[in-house]
């Protein structure tokens, strides 16, 4: 194979000019010649919205852009000097480097694989390396570009289905009405605020709009505005500068600044503090993103899709949440319909978890006997399509049979409470009871799948055995390793 | 710092990029202020995570520092009570360097 020659970049001929010294940015790299004035390159690199990395032809790290810092979670400039094998850490590097099958003849390389980033997830790429050449034709370096295909993957992955609108099933007319103004929606830049009940499927549909709008290949920065306390929240959204409060020890960009070119998903919007509402508002008005302990503003070019189960417009005349931000939030209003308004879509969602859980459980599909369907269908499921899910779950789980039959089906199912429309939409903190007594009877709780209860389980088993392990996996009839293993799955410590 | 036996995934002389593509592995066994650390290599007879593991468990290695490493060997390794240095980058002279000075950490590049 023919190598690429070694040349030097000519002061006069070159577009690209970097500053003396190679492992700074000091001084951050122009583009000369292309208009009246030098353009600062990083600048532009930062404005694609997939990673980009030049390296030198050592094969070392020239300038990488945002978009491929927060895909690799190395943000410092440490990396500069250092070759790309060792920040992209990616298995087409190690194996069959396309660097190195570049000659002066070749063309771009196009190579998918996989790299593992500082969270330590391993998420399939594909690489696209194409030579830079001098005027003289010589190659000086090269350019890699590297897309997140995890969205492909699972596209491949998933059947099309007559009644699916990417992931959300429904045939009823508020679901079909739902389904064709998602599209528009999509086109559209504006705000966006889905509104529903629990477990109706916001998340979804705002993950939805975002892959099916033109930003689909920037990225989709979610957001959980009750989750965090307020000063780690100011900080996760909008980032922070060294030094602003004590444990800063960098500048750490906010979801906003990363969610640049993409959309940005604030869910329990309910939940923002005030003050952050405020900064919140200050930002959809300047599109201008001010980190915590920062006077220099950053402009971002974020969609932004809120979500919440509350009743805004009540909280606005309560004085929990900002008129003005409502408005702003408010330009498209989606509102999702609860499982029991969507006539015919119990049977069709019914059918679909019993296909697709089945499969996910390694079981062979089930059916479901008329008592069972009977129970199913007249319930009125406050917990929407996340509670129907957790049931058929909990069926597959308890099921050793062909058929699933009323026996198998949670015990609250049987004997089901008098609905309370008025309930649905509050929250309620209601101290948990254990789920399982000592003759190890499982009680499954509505809205609670079974992921969650056998996390219970887990615990509580833990608890009784005084944190012994042995003890406790004998106990749930597990073997120690598969305990483990499930300690391992639910992040249990 | 008492003895202790660490466990180096390599890429040439440097901290290989992926722990689960390494072919070759650098133990030390020492405290690093004598220096009578013992080194050996052990070069893997194929790329995988986990016979690295399961090497990492027979050696009874106390510490691992590596780089890229999937969150499901890492929790493993945490949850056998070793100590697990990830995306450090650099060679591994000075990863260990730097550790028996008690200053490596994780996200080190060195």
């Not at chain 1, 295909?149 to 990417?166: C, G, M, Q, V």
């Not at chain 1, 509670?387 to 015990?411: G, M, T």
């Not at chain 2, 072919?23 to 009578?36: D, P, R, Y």
């Not at chain 2, 290599?41 to 016979?51: E, F, H, N, T």
Request: glycine fraction near 6%.
């Amino acid at each position: 194979m023919k190598k690429a020659k070694s040349a030097n970049t000519d002061e006069n001929s070159g577009a690209f000019r970097r500053p003396p010294s190679d492992q700074s940015l000091a001084i951050p790299p122009h583009i000369h010649n292309l208009f009246d004035i030098p353009v600062d390159f990083c600048e532009l690199l930062d404005q694609i919205a997939m990673g980009v990395v030049v390296l030198n032809l050592e094969r070392k790290i020239v300038v990488m852009n945002q978009t491929l810092k927060a895909l690799t979670g190395f943000s410092q400039k440490e990396f500069c000097g250092f070759t790309c094998t060792h920040i992209l850490r990616s298995n087409i590097c190690i194996q069959d480097c396309p660097v190195l099958r570049i000659d002066e003849k070749s063309g771009p390389k196009c190579i998918e694989g996989n790299l593992i980033n500082t969270e330590r997830q391993l998420i399939p790429i594909r690489i696209t390396t194409a030579p830079l050449r001098n005027i003289n034709h010589q190659i000086i370096g090269f350019l890699e570009t590297i897309e997140d295909i995890r969205l492909l993957r699972e596209l491949d992955e998933t059947a099309s289905h007559a009644y699916k609108f990417s992931k959300i099933v429904g045939r009823s007319p508020q679901m079909q009405k739902i389904f064709q103004s998602i599209p528009s929606l999509a086109q559209s830049d504006s705000s966006v605020l889905i509104t529903g009940e629990t477990g109706t499927g916001k998340d979804m549909v705002a993950e939805t709009i975002h892959q099916a709008s033109n930003r689909a290949k920037g990225p989709f920065a979610k957001i959980n505005c009750g989750a965090l306390p307020d000063t780690l929240l100011e900080s996760e959204l909008f980032g922070h500068q060294k030094g602003a409060f004590t444990g800063a020890v960098e500048n750490k960009p906010g979801r906003i600044q990363l969610a640049n070119n993409g959309t940005l998903y604030l869910t329990e919007i309910g939940d923002l503090p005030l003050p952050l509402q405020v900064k919140l508002l200050t930002f959809l008005d300047d599109k201008e993103v001010f980190p915590l302990g920062s006077i220099k503003g950053f402009s971002a070019d974020v969609r932004i899709i809120a979500a919440t189960h509350r009743n805004l417009e009540q909280m606005v005349r309560s004085g929990r949440f900002r008129k003005d931000l409502l408005f702003r939030l408010n330009v498209i209003r989606l509102h999702l319909p609860p499982l029991r308004e969507r006539h015919g879509d119990v049977q069709l969602l019914l059918d679909h978890f019993l296909n697709t859980l089945s499969a996910q459980l390694g079981k062979k599909t089930l059916t479901l006997s008329p008592k069972a369907l009977k129970i199913l269908l007249t319930y009125k499921y406050p917990g929407n399509v996340r509670e129907l899910k957790n049931i058929v779950e909990y069926a597959i789980n308890i099921c050793s049979d062909q058929q699933i039959r009323s026996k198998h089906l949670p015990s609250y199912l049987l004997n089901p409470e008098p609905f309370d429309m008025s309930e649905a939409a509050q929250q309620t903190n209601v101290p948990q009871a254990p789920l399982s007594d000592e003759t190890g009877f499982i009680r499954v709780e509505p809205d609670r799948n079974w992921s969650d209860t056998e996390k219970r389980m887990i615990m509580e088993a833990l608890i009784r055995a005084g944190g012994r392990k042995n003890k406790a996996a004998a106990s749930l009839g597990w073997a120690r390793s598969t305990l483990w293993r499930k300690m391992n799955q639910y992040g249990i410590r | 710092m008492a003895s202790k036996k660490i466990l180096i995934p390599l890429h040439e002389n440097d901290v290989a990029p992926r722990f689960d593509l390494a072919t070759e592995v650098l133990i030390v066994a020492g405290n690093g202020k004598t220096g009578s650390a013992e080194k050996r290599m052990v070069v893997l007879p194929r790329a995988s995570a986990d016979q690295l593991c399961h090497l990492i468990i027979t050696e009874n290695i106390q510490t691992v520092i590596c780089s890229g490493i999937e969150d499901d060997y890492y929790q493993y390794l945490t949850w056998k009570r070793i100590e697990v240095i990830d995306s450090v980058v650099g060679s591994s002279d000075s990863a260990l360097k730097r550790y028996f000075e008690g200053k490596l950490k994780p996200g080190d590049i060195l």
